[in-house]
């Protein structure tokens, strides 16, 4: 199994940045994709982005594309999000999760597809 750790969250103000690293540790060898979801108060998980950690392709939610940057040291087992030109509408617990097999694009940012999740971690951004 892998355990997922978050951290570098915080408050910034509106048109600031956060990275948000996650921590691989364990079985790490055979993970397929990685991805970043968050969850608001009162609001259902919701996908952010994702990477396939073999091909490095990625796939963004539209809300924050142009605008985050997934990516990953694999060295260092560590999945990084870069947040730019942060909004109100972006504060939200960000949780990092992974799993092992591969799947369909549209179940890339499915919260389903995923078995293994960090604890999270709390991003502010004040207006």
């Known amino acids: 199994q892998v355990q997922l750790v978050e951290s570098g969250g915080g408050s910034v103000q509106a048109g600031g940045s956060l990275r948000l690293s996650c921590a691989a540790s364990g079985y790490t060898y055979r993970l397929a994709r990685m991805g970043w979801f968050r969850q608001a108060p009162g609001k259902e998980r919701e996908g952010v982005a994702c990477i396939y950690t073999g091909a490095g392709s990625t796939h963004y939610a539209d809300s924050v594309k142009g605008r985050f940057t997934i990516s990953q040291d694999n060295a260092k087992n560590t999945l990084y999000l870069q947040m730019n030109s942060l909004k109100p509408e972006d504060t939200a617990m960000y949780y990092c999760?992974?799993?092992?097999?591969?799947?369909?694009?549209?179940?890339?940012?499915?919260?389903?597809?995923?078995?293994?999740w960090g604890q999270g971690t709390q991003v502010t951004v004040s207006s």
């Open positions: 999760a992974a799993d092992y097999f591969g799947t369909a694009i549209q179940a890339l940012l499915a919260v389903t597809s995923y078995n293994y």
